[in-house]
């Protein structure tokens, strides 16, 4: 497997734009989790899928983000209208959760989509 | 507050030396506790993870947890060069999927 595929790698945009980022998570994963990355807040988990379900949406920052899965192969987050505080590194991370109550659910991160707002 | 507080360093040290890094969290329902490793412009990687409180190594790095002080460690022996990356850990609730990271330590090992 070619691991979680995000898309794209980098994207610079101008302030007022809209802004979509696309990931693939590793195929058989159920859960699906969209994180932002700054230096100065860390990593941050923005919202997170079980079986393309919405569970957790109260780390999303704006009525400007919004997230969908459509399918288990396929998420998007949006941005719109971006602003320049937007400008981070969004990852997305899948895992598989078995939902026995116990045991440790190992996320596996894609590269993450370096996102500038100009 | 953060649910999960860490030091973001940056750390520095020389190649063979003992590293400590810490952190703290502040939910009690977390029973989870992981350290992941980045490496620059990559995506996170668990490197262990450790069920409630006590020890687990694994080769060169130890992790450690006590939940009566709310404090999680990452212990690694004999540093190497290949061990600079930035380092976060993470918590998570029993039957809860989702995680909770801390600021990340950036640890520099130098030859």
């Known amino acids: 497997d070619a691991g979680v595929i995000q898309s794209p790698r980098h994207e610079v945009t101008e302030m007022g734009q809209e802004v979509t980022l696309r990931c693939k998570p590793i195929s058989g994963h159920n859960s699906l989790f969209w994180y932002r990355q700054t230096m100065m807040r860390g990593l941050e988990l923005l919202i997170y899928?079980?079986?393309?379900?919405?569970?957790?949406d109260s780390g999303m920052p704006e009525d400007r983000f919004s997230a969908k899965m459509p399918n288990a192969s396929f998420s998007t987050l949006k941005i719109q209208p971006s602003e320049p505080r937007d400008s981070a590194v969004y990852f997305c991370?899948?895992?598989?959760?078995?939902?026995?109550?116990?045991?440790?659910?190992?996320?596996?991160f894609g590269q993450g989509t370096r996102l500038t707002v100009v | 507050q953060k649910e999960v507080e860490q030091d973001p360093g940056p750390l520095s040290v020389p190649e063979g030396a003992i590293v400590s890094l810490n952190c703290t969290y502040s939910n009690s329902a977390f029973q989870y506790f992981m350290w992941y490793r980045q490496y620059s412009r990559k995506g996170p990687e668990l490197l262990m993870y450790t069920y409630s409180s006590g020890n687990k190594e694994d080769g060169r790095f130890t992790a450690q947890v006590d939940k009566s002080s709310k404090y999680i460690s990452l212990f690694i022996r004999d540093s190497q060069p290949s061990d600079s990356a930035t380092y976060l850990c993470?918590?998570?609730?029993?039957?809860?999927?989702?995680?909770?990271f801390g600021a990340g330590t950036r640890l520099t090992v130098k030859p």
């Open positions: 899928f079980n079986n393309n379900v919405p569970i957790d």
């Open positions: 991370a899948s895992s598989l959760d078995e939902r026995r109550g116990s045991g440790n659910t190992e996320a596996f």
């Open positions: 993470a918590s998570q609730r029993a039957g809860n999927n989702d995680m909770r």
